[in-house]
């Protein structure tokens, strides 16, 4: 696909999700540090917290390992030595709410492969519900919208810079230019996890799904979202659709026509 495709590509995916903002659904979640050690050859750290937040606000749903750990009377000091079983009663919940919520359209941010995303909590799914009657429901990929892939479609894949891509685009998007206190990477919401600061991770997740969420709500009052780099064909396009090229434009065709005419009639 080419970037003029691709651009076209993004922005109707994106006015197709965003044509029903009580039917939109922003994700994102943290995990471990390190790969779950009760299993000898796991590749996938736990799951610790996920925060579901909808686009008109009426939904904001926060599933985590404490939270669990408090409805069952477990406390601080013991969490560490209960943490299969909360995780799976933190899957076992944000499965329950995806059953429920099957006909709205998920995004978040390139949560797209076992490293980290979607792929990643079904691992994580199946590995402690092996052996179980309880399913995973997948959310269809036409439910699924990669905000960072629509960004990468419509102005170049340099539109933000690495390693932590969000954290870019929320910096370049701030009055500030600065990353406030509460936004902790992935790695550093691991070492939070190990030092049992559970809390910190949850306002960081939950600052993270604000700000997607202001993403889509620049996109749906036709607010142009800062990015890092644009390409070529992404100027272009501002360019030509500049109310002053717009002007221009429109007077060099109506120049354009008088000449004609007197050209005609002359």
């Known amino acids: 696909m080419g970037a003029v495709k691709n651009r ?8 197709e999700v965003l044509s029903d903002p009580s039917k939109v659904l922003i994700i994102h979640y943290s995990h471990a540090q390190y790969p779950d050690e009760d299993n000898d050859n796991s590749i996938s750290p736990l799951i610790t917290a996920i925060v579901i937040r909808s686009l008109d606000d009426q939904i904001n749903a926060h599933f ?9 009377g477990i406390i601080m000091e013991e969490i560490s ?3 299969r079983e909360l995780e799976l009663q933190v899957l076992k919940s944000f499965n329950r709410f995806v059953i429920r919520h099957t006909d709205y359209f998920w995004v978040h941010w390139d949560m797209k492969n076992i490293h980290f995303g979607f792929p990643a909590i079904k691992h994580r799914f199946e590995k402690l519900f092996q052996g179980t009657k309880e399913q995973l429901h997948e959310i269809p990929s036409h439910k699924n919208l990669n905000l960072y892939s629509i960004l990468e479609f419509m102005y170049g894949d340099e539109f933000a810079e690495s390693p932590d891509s969000l954290a ?10 600065l990353l406030p206190v509460n936004y902790i990477s992935v790695e550093r919401e691991g070492e939070e996890f190990e030092k049992q600061n559970y ?16 993403f889509l709500q620049k996109f749906n009052s036709n607010t142009k979202v800062l990015v890092y780099k644009r390409n070529t064909i992404s100027i272009l396009f501002d360019l030509v659709n500049h109310p002053v090229f717009l002007i221009i434009g429109w007077v060099a065709t109506v120049l354009g026509l008088l000449f004609g005419l007197n050209t005609w009639f002359g």
């Open 8 to 15: 076209k590509h993004g922005i109707n995916r994106l006015k």
């Open 64 to 72: 985590s390992i404490h939270y669990e750990a408090d409805k069952a």
């Open 81 to 83: 030595n209960n943490l």
């Open 168 to 177: 870019s685009i929320i910096k370049i998007n701030s009055k500030s230019k």
């Open 199 to 214: 809390n910190s991770i949850l306002v960081s997740l939950d600052f993270k799904v604000s700000r997607i969420r202001g």
